[in-house]
């Protein structure tokens, strides 16, 4: 499962960061990593983008840079 599929109000845990140069480098440098638990928030209607709260703090990020995160649900 990805990290765009998610359900707003669900907290998984981050399994693999996926993507490649600017798409991993822009995912990392939120703080998104392997191992870290992400709060779905909110999902715009069309579904991009995603507001999720990473670490406590509240980010937004693009449906295509979700789609390259994989998590297992809690």
Known sequence: MTLSEVRPGSVVMVRKVGGEGPTMRRIMDMGIT????????????????IEVTVRGYELTLRKSDASNIVVDAE
Request: hydrophobic share 40%.
């Open 34 to 49: 392997k191992g870290c638990a992400v709060t779905i928030r909110k999902v715009a209607p069309l579904g991009d983008p």
